[in-house]
């Protein structure tokens, strides 16, 4: 099988035989196949499934597998990361709602609170990365021939719209945190909503600063905060794809030139915010005890 490489995660104790072993397929890097790939789902729910095995409820190993092999193709009929095998009832999950509907059940039946409903929330995150890729895809066609991104003040108005869009989406969540006073949307315990915020935020923080000229604006401390809190937070860490990785899948939908230095670059992972941000949440008394570099 072509698969690059593995990441298992240890059962946390008790008769680690009883639990569910969950195999996850996801997409490796463009650049490097040993490396975890961009895919948004792909990370949703490998957090996910992280949640699982941090209270010892299911075993966990994630594979990433390149998708152009004739491997990958063969053993997989054509199907696209992630992928999912419960080796134990012989099933495969490659349908995200199957997957979804699988460690729904998990976390059902064991009592995790990672599938909590709250319509407020919903309603703040969805369509957030929609609108920035509207943004994304307007943004760069405008760019396109240019050697700097232009300035949002310079942007015609049918690409301001998307923009303003992203901006006032981040300023209802920034408003959502700041009324919860919550290290997670919901509470003090990741759910579902931040397995899916938490990775989109970070994209739209690289692919602003690399693409666009465009950062999350600086007086949301409490989204910031937010942000800090998914550095910290195991599962997000350990599925987080590089850098240039996650660039490098933008990159390529966007057709955009990747030159040669970019895929030689040593993958760094951007786990740090920006220091007057940092004090403005130190001042706020919201994480006093960070120490960023």
């Known amino acids: 099988m072509a698969m690059a490489d593995a990441y298992q995660i240890q059962s ?3 008769d680690s035989q009883s639990k569910p072993l969950l195999e996850l397929y996801v997409k490796a890097s463009g650049i490097d196949a040993r490396r975890i790939g961009a895919d948004l789902f792909c990370q949703e729910f490998w957090m996910e499934l992280y949640a699982l095995y941090e209270i010892g409820v ?3 190993e994630v594979k990433t597998v390149n998708v152009n092999s004739e491997a990958f193709k063969k053993n997989f009929l054509g199907a696209q990361p992630p992928i999912m095998i419960e080796e134990e009832k012989e099933l495969t999950y490659t349908d995200n ?3 979804e509907g699988r460690i729904f059940h998990l976390a059902k039946e064991f009592n995790v609170p990672l599938f909590e409903k709250d319509p407020s929330a919903e309603k703040r995150i969805e369509n957030l990365y929609r609108n920035f890729k509207l943004f994304l895809r307007a943004k760069v ?3 396109k021939g240019k050697k700097e991104p232009s300035r949002v003040e310079d942007l015609p108005a049918q690409i301001k719209v998307h923009y303003n869009r992203v901006c006032e989406q981040l300023s209802n969540i920034d408003q959502l945190l700041s009324e919860r006073k919550t290290r997670y949307l919901l509470g003090n315990s990741m759910t579902e909503y ?3 915020l938490m990775p ?3 994209h739209i923080r690289i692919i602003g600063l690399s693409l666009l000229g465009f950062d999350i604006p600086h007086n949301f401390t409490h989204l910031w905060n937010y942000i800090l809190t998914a550095y910290r937070t195991a599962a997000f860490i350990e ?3 590089a850098d240039q990785d996650i660039i490098h899948h933008y990159k390529e939908q966007l057709n955009l030139f990747t030159n040669q230095r970019e895929t030689l670059q040593s993958p760094t992972k951007t786990h740090t915010i920006p220091e007057k941000v940092l ?5 706020k008394g919201l994480a006093p005890d960070v120490n960023v570099h």
């Open 239 to 241: 599925s987080c794809p």
């Open 58 to 60: 299911a075993r966990v």
């Open 200 to 202: 989109r935020l970070h």
């Open 97 to 99: 709602r199957e997957i």
């Open 194 to 196: 931040d397995c899916e």
């Open 141 to 143: 066609e405008f760019d």
């Open 279 to 283: 004090s403005d949440i130190r001042v």
């Open 12 to 14: 946390n104790g008790g």
